[in-house]
């Protein structure tokens, strides 16, 4: 279950990083979630690359662990 879940908290920061990630490419002035964080544009994006990145991470750890644990048949 730890796996399962950790799979499924990597699978929402993806989605969140590469969705935030393109909003900010289409327009520079929203910032969605990251609104508050101090240093534009450039802050902004790397903050939802590390997110997608971290999240692509977890997901295909998790995905391995809980196949391996047989979860995943």
């Known amino acids: 279950m730890k796996h399962v879940t950790v799979l499924i908290i990597g699978m929402l920061l993806l ?7 393109i909003r900010l490419l289409a327009d520079h002035d929203n910032a969605g979630l990251l609104a508050w964080l101090p240093g534009g544009f450039a802050v902004w994006l790397a903050c939802y690359s ?3 990145v971290v999240g692509v991470l977890l997901a295909g750890w998790g995905s391995k ?7 995943g048949r």
């Open 15 to 21: 989605v969140l990083g590469a969705q935030g990630a």
């Open 50 to 52: 590390v997110a997608a």
């Open 65 to 71: 662990k809980a196949k391996q644990s047989g979860r």
